[in-house]
């Protein structure tokens, strides 16, 4: 099991740009699959981006396919979600998520464990 934490939400003008960060726990962080979902208010959770172990594969949500990167650094226990050109559907709260697989998912069933999410709110 891994403990994690994002953090890095905050409040932005639509086209501005945030960073998320999610750091985990322990001394195994390489070993785990890692991805961001949202959930906005009175829907359900969606996912955003996805990243395997290494970092060498990453897949996106069409609805922020060049806009998002997502990126980890083992050395440092932390994945990334550098978000651009943000618009106003994007407000949500972002959860990073871990799994202790090889492979990419994008299924929330598909993960173990969960931060607690940080609020990300874009304005008009």
């Known amino acids: 099991q891994v403990q994690l934490v994002e953090s890095g939400g905050g409040l932005v003008q639509a086209g501005g740009s945030l960073r998320l960060s999610c750091a985990g726990s322990?001394?195994?962080?390489?070993?785990?699959?890692m991805g961001w979902f949202r959930q906005a208010p009175g829907k359900e959770r969606e996912f955003v981006a996805a990243i395997t172990r290494t970092g060498d594969t990453t897949y996106y949500a069409d609805s922020v396919k060049g806009r998002f990167t997502i990126s980890r650094d083992n050395a440092k226990n932390t994945v990334y979600l550098q978000m651009n050109s943000l618009k106003t559907e994007d407000t949500a709260v972002y959860y990073c998520?871990?799994?202790?697989?090889?492979?990419?998912?994008?299924?929330?069933?598909?993960?173990?464990?969960w931060g607690q999410g940080t609020q990300v709110t874009v304005s008009s």
């Open positions: 998520a871990a799994r202790a697989l090889s492979g990419i998912y994008t299924k929330a069933d598909n993960y173990y464990d």
């Open positions: 322990g001394r195994t962080f390489s070993r785990y699959a």
